[in-house]
């Protein structure tokens, strides 16, 4: 049997690391030995992953890294990492820089060819997407669509694409989302509604646009989702 290399970190480089969804026993042995060993942890909420660490026994310091302060906080980290520091970026739940702050540290990090790692681990989207029930081979993930500008069109883009389209959704939008699917992509395009993925109450949804939207008429959405939309035929 091969055995795991022990963990190296060296100066300068950045940790990308995915948190649990729900469950606790979704974070690795790695990620921890990665928070404990970095000079400084990033946050997207100290209060929460604060909480996650202190669980594990972790106290590395913690600074707050969100989509408010992420513009001006960049050159100072940057700074940080070219003097020899070993980051590591959290996000509340998942991976960081999917629908979270992250995309701009890690390019401008990459830009100076300074070593940027993600570990392996939660993101919401791809468990929805498996057991869904719709064709996963070919899929393009949207995130989250614009409130206002930009949702028309968007939503007219996914009415004509082939491929499965995967959206993340807050619960007080859901009705809104169905009844716009039903408008533009018809009553019958196959969907799938996955909520609290990895939590106690966690719950898919399959059906037709239309059944899925009179399911949560008569049920109150809950918990974030992610929609996969089967691709037209």
Known sequence: MQRDKPLRLVGGELFLVPTPLGNLGDFSPRAIEVLRGVDLVLAEDTRTTGKLMRHFEIDTPLKAFHQHNEHRAVEGLVQLLQAGKRLALCSDAGTPGISDPGFLLVREVAQLNLPVVCLPGPTAFVPALVVSGIPCDRFVFEGFLPHKKGRQKRLGQMAEEER???????????VKLLTELMDYCGADRPVSCSREISKLHEETVRGTVQSVLEHFQLHDPRGEFVVVIAGKS
């Open 164 to 174: 499965t389209w995967v959206l993340y959704e807050s619960p007080h939008r859901m």
